[in-house]
């Protein structure tokens, strides 16, 4: 299973850009690449998902190189708000079934 | 609101008693999905359901007993749980039960095993 590795936590302030890369060394070919955000005391929301290149929606853009080893989530010019914790998931089917790996998640905190 | 809810939002219990979670989603997905998160430790996926049929058990103790009585609400029956069975038990469901499927969780489940 794709094993993803994420920084524990970042620090930012208002107005930046931040990037927050995972890396998957071991994904698979029909895997795809998504990202969550979670706030204390809710579950996670869909922020982004990708499968190459890259990926922009209103909130972020999704970066992936052409090995898809790795994968940057990059949100413009953050807010307060913005503080939460980011996941990294990689998931595609697998023989005998569906299989999901999140990663630890990176704690960002934005400051004023 | 994310159209995924679960009862109660909070449950303290010992370890010889049974209890259920409850998870309804109202979104018209087909499938859904048993999440647990410890502190300092990733979501860890327990079931998938979809359409109704368990797909996915991730060598989870059979302490814990999943029940999906239909596409909209899922069950997680709990009895002899341990101390380190506490943890936030989410719910989330997705059109269909695949990693290109936008997954909308519930607010989860504070358990508590005492």
């Known amino acids: 299973l794709a094993k993803t590795t994420q920084p524990i936590s970042m620090d930012s302030y208002e107005g930046q850009e931040v990037n927050i890369t995972c890396s998957h060394n071991?994904?698979?070919?029909?895997?795809?690449i998504t990202w969550y955000q979670q706030f204390p005391s809710q579950g996670p929301r869909f922020i982004i998902q990708?499968?190459?290149t890259k990926v922009t929606n209103e909130v972020a853009s999704l970066f992936i190189p052409a090995d898809r080893k790795s994968s940057t989530l990059s949100l413009p010019r953050v807010s307060l708000s913005d503080t939460a914790v980011y996941y990294c998931?990689?998931?595609?089917?697998?023989?005998?079934?569906?299989?999901?790996?999140f990663g630890a998640g990176t704690r960002l905190f934005v400051k004023a | 609101e994310t159209g995924v809810t679960q009862t109660p939002r909070h449950l303290v219990m010992g370890m010889t008693n049974k209890k259920s979670l409850k998870c309804e989603q109202h979104?018209?997905?087909?499938?859904m999905y048993w999440y647990k998160q410890s502190a300092k430790k990733p979501l860890e996926l327990m079931f998938v359901?979809?359409?109704?049929?368990?797909?996915e058990n991730n060598s989870v103790p059979s302490r814990f007993s999943p029940e999906c009585p239909n596409s909209s609400h899922l069950f997680l029956h709990l009895h002899t749980l341990q101390p380190e069975d506490s943890a936030l038990y989410l719910c989330?469901?997705?059109?269909?039960?695949?990693?290109?499927?936008?997954?909308?969780f519930g607010p989860g489940t504070r358990l508590t095993v005492t």
């Open positions: 989330a469901s997705s059109q269909l039960a695949g990693a290109s499927y936008e997954q909308y």
């Open positions: 071991n994904i698979a070919t029909n895997d795809y």
């Open positions: 990708g499968y190459k």
């Open positions: 998931l990689v998931g595609g089917v697998r023989t005998g079934g569906f299989k999901t790996i």
């Open positions: 979104l018209g997905h087909n499938a």
């Open positions: 359901y979809n359409f109704k049929e368990q797909t």
